[in-house]
């Protein structure tokens, strides 16, 4: 059975770093696409990280360009995502995912696991 875990979410001041990690089971990450999502209120799932299987290749959305930091550490099998000058705008809940395939999927729908996801509140 697979399944991702995400843990690290919590409610931080805004300029605060918080450090988000995706365990797996049933799956191993070195062989996959793996990405972060999020989710704020009113607001449409966006990719906001993401590196492919090869560890390769990297993106991050404009938004948190300079800020945020997606690894992958094969020998526990967890990604994380390093979140540094947090502002509200970041608040949202965090979600993991991973897809099969050779190129880094862009799109939610790509992705085939996904995590419950964590909160993350940044307040002012």
């Known amino acids: 059975q697979v399944q991702l875990v995400e843990s690290g979410g919590g409610l931080v001041q805004a300029g605060d770093s918080l450090r988000l990690s995706c365990a797996a089971s049933?799956?191993?990450?070195?062989?996959?696409?793996t990405a972060w999502f999020r989710q704020g209120p009113g607001k449409e799932r966006e990719l906001v990280a993401a590196?492919?299987?090869?560890?390769?290749?990297?993106y991050s959305a404009d938004s948190v360009k300079g800020r945020f930091v997606i690894s992958r550490d094969d020998a526990k099998n967890t990604v994380a995502l390093q979140m540094n000058s947090l502002t509200p705008e970041d608040t949202a809940v965090y979600y993991c995912?991973?897809?099969?395939?050779?190129?880094?999927?862009?799109?939610?729908?790509?992705?085939?696991?996904w995590g419950q996801g964590t909160q993350v509140t940044v307040s002012s």
């Open positions: 995912a991973a897809a099969r395939g050779v190129m880094l999927p862009k799109t939610r729908y790509d992705y085939n696991y």
């Open positions: 049933g799956l191993t990450f070195s062989n996959l696409n």
């Open positions: 590196i492919s299987w090869s560890a390769g290749v990297s």
